[in-house]
Nanobody, 114 residues
Framework: QVQLVESGGGLVQPGGSLRLSCAAS????????MSWHRQAPGKERELVAS???????YYTDSVKGRFTISRDNAKNTVYLQMNNLNAKDTAVYYC????????WGQGTQVTVSS
C-alpha cells in the first residue's frame, strides 16, 4: 500500500514563496507520474503541475513561470516550489501518484494573505 505525505504548507504573504514536499512509501515511485493538485473553497480540484518518470513536466497556465515541480527518486519525494504567490493560490494542495493505481495524499493547506 502506497502512502503519500505532504508537508510545507502554511500562511504566506502575497509575493512570498513556499516549497511543498510529498514523500511516498513503496517502491514504485520512480516509475510513476507525480502531480500536484489544488482545491480552493467552493471550487473543483484542479491539476497544478505534473512530472513524469522521464521528467517531462506540465503546468497549468495560471502557475507557469511561478511554480516548479521536481522529483528526487532517491528520496521518493516530489516537490512543488511556489514563488510569487497570490491570493488565488490559496487552496488545499494534494499530491497524486499515478501508476498502475492512483494514490492521493491527505493535502496541505496553503494560505496567501497579508
Amino acid at each position: 500500500q502506497v502512502q503519500l505525505v505532504e508537508s510545507g504548507g502554511g500562511l504566506v504573504q502575497p509575493g512570498g514563496s513556499l516549497r511543498l514536499s510529498c514523500a511516498a512509501s513503496g517502491s514504485i515511485f520512480s516509475l510513476a507520474t507525480m502531480s500536484w493538485h489544488r482545491q480552493a473553497p467552493g471550487k473543483e480540484r484542479e491539476l497544478v503541475a505534473s512530472i513524469t518518470r522521464g521528467l517531462a513536466t506540465y503546468y497549468t497556465d495560471s502557475v507557469k513561470g511561478r511554480f516548479t515541480i521536481s522529483r528526487d527518486n532517491a528520496k521518493n519525494t516530489v516537490y512543488l516550489q511556489m514563488n510569487n504567490l497570490n491570493a488565488k493560490d490559496t487552496a488545499v494542495y494534494y499530491c497524486k501518484m499515478t501508476g498502475r493505481d492512483v494514490y492521493w495524499g491527505q493535502g496541505t493547506q496553503v494560505t496567501v494573505s497579508s
